[in-house]
């Protein structure tokens, strides 16, 4: 199945900066989802991105907080902009596993904190 | 609107007995169901999974039984090991009618397996 390599795995950032996380597969995809893990929650997703155009966000998830590039069939980022201390989860992106049983691949995640 | 829900923050086995994880779900437009497994500071692992017309799917020492009618499923480890102890979770895709959709994860259950 794909494997998915996500950088950066962990950063310590100040209030109001961005951050731009990294996803990169060994295979060619069609889609690929943003997830995020709230401290103590579940994972939420927050967009998915198709190669060539615009991500489509959940609700409660905007454009302009969380930007998201897609400019290849293997590879995509996600934006965490103006971040705040709300913003320290962990992030993680996820693609179609592609063999074998139906499901998905995840990266190893970004440990965010927001100082 | 919580739509998986996992009501077991947490589990313990015995080390050789079975484990039982349940999950329950409120969306009928689910039509696939997965389990995964997560450890600390890594992303979700995938287990298995069954789509919504089947009632068990079977791998290894994991199987899932979906009752539908009940809108519940359950995951059943045998015999249990100590490497199971981490977190699972329950996550359900199709909520959108159809093609890669992205999952809906319940808070999951943190099983730990006593030597």
């Known amino acids: 199945s794909a494997v998915i390599s996500q950088k950066p795995s962990r950063d310590i950032c100040q209030r109001g900066t961005s951050l731009t996380i990294q996803c990169q597969v060994d295979?060619?995809?069609?889609?690929m989802f943003w997830y995020r893990q709230q401290p103590g929650q579940s994972l939420t997703l927050i967009a998915t991105?198709?190669?060539?155009?615009?991500?489509?966000?959940e609700s409660g998830f905007v454009i302009d907080k969380f930007p998201i590039s897609r400019p290849n069939l293997t590879f995509s980022t996600l934006t965490v902009s103006n971040m705040s201390p709300e913003d320290s989860s962990i992030y993680l992106c996820?693609?179609?596993?592609?063999?074998?049983?139906?499901?998905?691949?995840f990266g190893s995640g970004t440990r965010l904190t927001v100082v | 609107d919580q739509q998986v829900k996992q009501n077991s923050p947490s589990l313990s086995v015995q080390e050789g007995r079975i484990s039982i994880l349940n999950c329950d779900y409120t969306n009928s437009m689910f039509d696939y169901f997965l389990w995964y497994k997560k450890y600390p500071a890594e992303g979700p692992t995938f287990l298995i999974s069954i789509s919504s017309i089947k009632d068990k799917n079977e791998d290894g020492r994991f199987t899932v039984f979906l009752n539908k009618s009940a809108k519940h499923l359950s995951l059943h480890i045998v015999p249990s090991q100590p490497g199971d102890s981490a977190v699972y979770f329950c996550?359900?895709?199709?909520?959108?009618?159809?093609?890669?959709?992205?999952?809906?994860f319940g808070k999951g259950t943190h099983l730990i397996i006593q030597p």
């Open positions: 991105a198709n190669q060539g155009s615009e991500a489509t966000y």
């Open positions: 996820s693609v179609e596993r592609g063999t074998g049983n139906y499901g998905y691949t």
């Open positions: 996550a359900a895709s199709g909520s959108r009618g159809g093609g890669a959709d992205g999952l809906t």
């Open positions: 295979s060619q995809v069609t889609m």
